[in-house]
């Protein structure tokens, strides 16, 4: 079930249009995204790299800073300890570049997914040690690593933690005591003690600001590091990261500088995933670019990934870049097999009436047990932890829905987990096998959600109808790019919306074409890319059991929803017309 919701947020709307050379529509557009006051709408519609923070606001930036500039003036050598998705590779890959290019010595680790787990591991450290490692910079993790760091630590070794995940915590009498590790110096901008004004970064724009300030304090000069950004993009959105203040910045920018990038790598990638350049934009980050990144970290190893990112030969690129390409085209063909699964343990087990689903899929490769959550997710609107077997008990990774903070959730079940972390909309865990079914009874009897919190909530900028649909409009909506979470494309909707008659397309038959007629007799032609079984569902339960084959039969008169859309331009041999893509029916 759905709840719609009509934003109705007020502003003077002419004052805002006449002040930016924007329409009514866009000025209220951008209130529905709780951008307010001139300068906030400013930096809106035209943020640039200027706008950015001072990263030396960050806490512990400047221990950080002393501790490089002595290691690098001292040749020590110095070890950047990753992660094997898109963010942590990211980052891993803007430390190395960064610290070499003031000539450092510098290499990298990135944990196995499934030798090491997530994070800094003893075993890593160990290796760095072996190695002769004196400094090691953390980046997309340790803010969580206090009994590795400790470690590191008793081996005379110096670490730097950068890291953007929620700081564990006790609480003590009622209170909550953030706990640190016992590093050198502690950038997160979660702390509790920290004064940036953003919290939002993802774990490569830490690491950017980092290299940042560093480079400014030895005299060069940041724009240097442009390249670096395109970087930051690709990991802001492929870590879901919200695209507002500074996120939404470092996307657009880095965005433009990713059309044109001179990274052989990234080249190799666009080429091979057939992506036009010039229309490159969020979405192929989040669905093309980020998954073929993260396969190597699910089915190999990250650290191919990295490599990608690192290539300086253009052929060695092509060929990095078809590998990851396959490895991704397998995951694909891995995760709709776990998806099936899942489901049908949802509805044949009895278990589709807990708030919080735990699924545990012992032939799910792990890897894939994120993905599989955020896939149930949508189609139950639950949090969802997906387990599957590990080398050591258990472990899996949950995807969560807006009104439950999945972290402290698990914070309420630590006794029975092995070892948990994440944030609000995401997390991983593990645990003895034998602590599942007990897991699972806890996060249920703990859930504090409503019915109401478990109906998708779907947020309508405005009734707007067809003949609005212009061109000129889609331009002007532009404006608003990137989107993505925290900005997302304006939904527009329209009452008893008639559907004249419709045909299925596509090589999969999975998208619905239709005609459609709205209150003011406006005629648009329509395309639907959802699930069709939704779509047939909502129709036929209004119209009957046959109403769908109606519809495509072309005896579907008099048949009317209601819909949630986004304006669209269809081009076809060279001919530009208006459509909508819908997005919801009711």
Known sequence: MERWVMLRKGADFDKISRTFGISRRLASLIRNRNIQGEAEIGKYLNGTLSDLYDGMLLKDMDKAIDILREKIAEAKKLRVIGDYDIDGVNAAYILMEGLKRLGAEVDSDIPDRIADGYGLSEELIRRAYEDHVD???????????????????HLGMTVIVTDHHEIPYEEIDGERREVLPAADAVIDPKRADCDYPFQGLCGAAVAYKLIECLHESVGRDAEDLDDLIENVAIATVGDVMDLVDENRIFVKEGLAMLRRTSNPGLKALIDCTGIQKEQLNAYHIGFVLGPCLNASGRLDTAKRALELLCAKDAKEAVVLAGDL???????KDMTAKAVETAIAQVEEEGIGEDKVLVLYLPDCHESLAGIVAGRIRERYYRPVFVITDGREGVKGSGRSI??????????????????????????????????????????????????????????????????????????????????????????????????????????????????????????????????????????????????????????????????????????????KSPQIVITHCQ
């Open 402 to 575: 807006e009104t439950y903070h999945m972290y402290e959730a698990l914070h309420e079940c630590e006794k029975l987990l092995l070892r948990y972390g994440g944030h609000k909309m995401a997390a991983g865990l593990s645990l003895e096998k034998k602590n599942l079914e007990a897991l699972r009874r806890t996060l249920n009897e703990t859930c504090r959600l409503t019915e109401e919190d478990l109906m998708e909530k779907v947020v309508i900028d405005m009734e707007l109808p067809f003949s609005y649909v212009t061109e000129e409009l889609v331009e002007e909506l532009s404006l608003l790019e990137p989107f993505g979470k925290g900005n997302t494309k304006p939904v527009f909707a329209g009452r008893n919306i008639e559907l004249l008659n419709g045909k299925i397309l596509g090589k999969n038959k999975n998208v619905l074409k239709l005609r459609v007629r709205d209150e003011q007799e406006a005629v648009i032609n329509a395309v639907y890319f959802g699930n069709l079984e939704t779509f047939s569902e909502t129709l036929c339960r209004k119209y009957g059991a046959y109403a769908m084959d109606a519809l495509l039969s072309g005896d579907g008169k008099g048949m009317k929803l209601s819909l949630t859309y986004y304006p669209d331009i269809n081009e076809y041999r060279g001919k």
């Open 325 to 331: 390409k396959g490895l991704n085209d397998s995951r």
């Open 135 to 153: 400094t090691i910079l953390t980046c997309d993790n340790g803010i969580a690593a206090g009994e590795e760091i400790a470690y590191a630590k």
